[in-house]
Structures are given as C-alpha cells and as structure tokens.
C-alpha cells in the first residue's frame, strides 16, 4: 500500500510538473496585444506616420493609422482587432478604398513577438504582421501580389508618448 502511494505521488508530481512546463512554453508562443496599446511614429523622416491603439471593450482593440503632410492629414484608416471565439481578428477600414467597407484579417500566426493577420481574398495587402523589437520599437508589414510578384511594404516605428 505503502509502495503505490509513493508510486502515486511521484506520478502526480511528474505530472504536474510537466503541465507546469507546458504552460510556459505556451505562453511564450502567444502574442501580448496589449503591447500594441500606445502610440507610434514612423521612424522614417520622409513621412509621418502614426499609428494609436487604445484598448476598446474587455481585450479588443481599437486604433488608427494616419499620414501627416504638415499639420494635415493625407491619409486615415481605422483599424480594429477584435476576438472570434479565441481568435483575434484585424479589421481596417480606408474611406477610399475598398467602397469604405471594413476588410478583416484573422490571424494566422503569432509567437511572443509577431503576430500575423492574413485575407487571401483581399487584392492588396493579403498579410498584415507586427513584430515587437522590444517595448519601444515595433516594425509592421503589409505584403499581398502586385504586379506579378509578391510585395512587402515595411513600416518601422517607435512609440511616442
């Protein structure tokens, strides 16, 4: 009796250590949307290029991406991540494309860093991606077919307060 006792005891341990040791390595393939949460301008001095997400109800997010040409803005889109079930979904909305109709992106990838958002049926961008450098540098692409090849638009950004 003595012996399985012991024999149990050791089971649950190894047992219990090992979901321990999942957990983590689980958490390090998941990406922390909450780091997206702030403000961010383009690293580039050519253009200024923003993008602001604010957390909207509970874990989604809400933001938008603009171009300022002096104290005017060229360029707007609003932008949404919001969860299906466990799985965020990306939305963007730019008055002068797409009819103004909201084009969504579900996520297709993630790691503890990246996180990828992909629409196969859109023309351009079919994949949208966030990488974090750290927690003050984050460089995000848009990639999809143009002109009979693959193009990737890059955008590198620090956050500004």
């Known amino acids: ?13 190894t047992l ?7 957990s983590k390595v689980e958490e390090s393939k998941v990406f922390d949307l909450g780091r997206l949460v702030g403000r961010w301008e ?12 604010t957390v909207d109800q509970g874990k ?3 933001g938008k991406g603009f171009v300022m040409e002096g104290a005017d803005t060229s360029y707007i889109e609003f ?8 799985t965020p979904v990306y939305s963007a ?11 969504p992106f579900r996520m297709s990838a993630q790691s503890k860093d990246v996180i990828e958002f992909s629409n196969p049926e859109h023309d351009f961008p079919q994949k949208i991606v966030y990488r ?3 927690d003050s540098m984050l460089q995000a692409y848009i990639e999809g077919p143009r002109n009979n090849s693959t193009t990737r638009v890059t955008f590198d950004f620090k956050r500004s307060n």
């Open 16 to 22: 219990f250590s090992q979901c321990q040791q999942r």
């Open 42 to 53: 383009s690293t580039d001095t050519r253009t200024q290029q923003i993008e602001e997400w």
């Open 79 to 86: 932008l949404s991540i919001k969860f299906e079930g466990n």
């Open 93 to 103: 909305q730019v008055s002068n494309q797409n009819k103004g109709d909201i084009i």
């Open 132 to 134: 974090l450098q750290n």
């Open 60 to 62: 989604d997010l809400r």
């Open 1 to 13: 009796m003595t012996k399985r006792l012991y024999i149990s005891a050791i089971l649950i341990t």
